[in-house]
T-cell receptor
């Protein structure tokens, strides 16, 4: 089974500053990679996904992530955050196209 | 179109009672998943349906947990003889067959007292 490590549990950041959320996974076999966001009192929403092809993936709301196979990483970045980006972010991995293994989550708090 | 819906949104039950949680997937989605989100365990996979069959039940934590899906649509997760450790948010997701993108419902928050 896959394991996913999100290296930061809490990330405070000022508005308009860049943010990077780190994610590493356990397996070097072919995997599908995802980032989900959970806004307060809401369900999970897909930000972006990597299935194959270009290692730089662009998602919604200005987020992007880079797949690095040699380092088994899939870090999420945004060059300039907004207050509305305050949420919990989950990295997820699947090696069989259905079962998602999630990281513990990173809480991003954006301050003015 | 409508997203994944779940009911009830909140459920408080006494220890030892049975509960049923319902999930309505997005129309046309053949795959359906249940996950559990709890403080101690994070987000855990419970069960996967493809149509009405469940090829992967490996995440169900005990035999008190069961799930069914009828008509390739609605799914019910049943927890018998609830325990306090069952308290969590139960999330349902659906996807088109095999495309890897899962759409999540808002969840059912279960509190066992």
């Amino acid at each position: 089974a896959q394991s996913v490590t999100q290296l930061d549990s809490q990330v405070p950041v000022f508005e308009e500053a860049p943010v990077e959320l780190r994610c590493n996974y356990s397996s070097s076999v072919s995997v599908y990679l995802f980032w989900y966001v959970q806004y307060p009192n809401q369900g999970l929403q897909l930000l972006l996904k990597y299935l194959s092809g270009s290692t730089l993936v662009k998602g919604i709301n200005g987020f992007e992530a880079e797949f690095n196979k040699s380092q088994t990483s899939f870090h999420l970045r945004k060059p300039s955050v907004h207050i509305s980006d305050t949420a919990e972010y989950f990295c997820a991995v699947s090696d069989n196209d259905y079962k998602l293994s999630f990281g513990a989550g990173t809480t991003v708090t954006v301050r003015a | 179109g409508a997203g994944v819906s779940q009911s009830p949104s909140n459920k408080v039950t006494e220890k030892g009672k049975d509960v049923e949680l319902r999930c309505d997937p997005i129309s046309g989605h053949t795959a359906l998943y249940w996950y559990r989100q709890s403080l101690g365990q994070g987000l855990e996979f419970l069960i996967y349906f493809q149509g009405n069959s469940a090829p992967d039940k490996s995440g169900l934590p005990s035999d008190r947990f069961s799930a069914e899906r009828t008509g390739g649509s609605v799914s019910t997760l049943t927890i018998q003889r609830t325990q306090q450790e069952d308290s969590a948010v139960y999330l349902c997701a659906s996807s088109l067959q095999g495309d890897g993108e899962q759409y999540f419902g808002p969840g059912t928050r279960l509190t066992v007292t």
